[in-house]
């Protein structure tokens, strides 16, 4: 594609309830990146993954959160029992391999609303 | 806690001046990278500069890099309107060469 695509683009969900956000890379992409980005901060870092392995999950914030890249492409962030404080813009990124000077191209993010 | 922070947090200018953005961090580093966002769009990459770069150029845009002092500039020459946006540094963290660090960003207002 032409570049990183999320889905949904907002969600608004119930605390405690279970949401996925989908992310597709940009075609031959082998890296893949999640952030996430709360009201008036940068991204920060959750997740990320080189093919389908997950090479380094230490941004993820508890064990609710869980992200599957099955296929090396098309990646799913995963949260359980949502809670307020999850509320952010989820924020995916794609680049052609793992060394820094690849450029990380970012998807427009989802917006998760917890009521 | 954030290894990039960029001053100042809001800047405000007219068409046509120029804008200044800093950002310091506070371990070393392989890359700097400089990122836009406007108000509902994603992350845009602008720059990256390696570590052994002191400055680097794009069209109107100019960075700058001080390893000694563990700071970058972003420097907007001929601002516009369409300028107007966040602006992020963001370090690779602890030298691992993939994890992005943001800063808080600074806010450029360009006023027609």
């Known amino acids: 594609g032409a570049g990183v695509s999320q889905t949904p683009s907002n969600k608004v969900t119930e605390k405690g309830k279970y949401v996925e956000l989908r992310c597709d890379p940009i075609s031959g992409h082998t890296a893949l990146y999640w952030y996430r980005q709360s009201l008036g901060q940068g991204p920060e870092f959750l997740i990320y993954?080189?093919?389908?392995?997950?090479?380094?999950d230490s941004g993820l914030p508890n064990d609710r959160f869980f992200a599957v890249r099955p296929e090396g492409s098309v990646s799913t962030l995963k949260i359980q029992r949502t809670e307020r404080g999850d509320s952010a813009v989820y924020l995916c990124?794609?680049?052609?391999?793992?060394?820094?000077?690849?450029?990380?191209?970012f998807g427009p993010g989802t917006r998760l609303t917890v009521l | 806690s954030q290894q990039g922070e960029e001053d100042p947090q809001a800047l405000s200018i007219q068409e046509g001046e120029n804008a200044t953005m800093n950002c310091s961090y506070k371990?070393?580093?392989?890359?700097l990278q400089w990122y836009r966002q406007n108000s509902g769009r994603g992350l845009v990459h602008l720059i990256l500069i390696r570590s052994n770069e002191r400055e680097k150029h794009s069209g109107r845009l100019r960075v700058t890099l001080d390893t000694s002092k563990k700071s970058s500039s972003l420097l907007i020459t001929a601002s516009r309107a369409a300028d107007t946006a966040s602006y992020f540094c963001?370090?690779?963290?602890?030298?691992?060469?993939?994890?992005?660090?943001f800063g808080k960003g600074t806010l450029l207002t360009v006023n027609p």
């Open positions: 371990t070393s580093i392989n890359n």
């Open positions: 990124a794609s680049s052609l391999g793992l060394a820094a000077w690849y450029e990380q191209f």
């Open positions: 963001a370090t690779d963290a602890g030298g691992s060469n993939y994890k992005l660090t």
């Open positions: 993954f080189q093919g389908t392995g997950a090479a380094d």
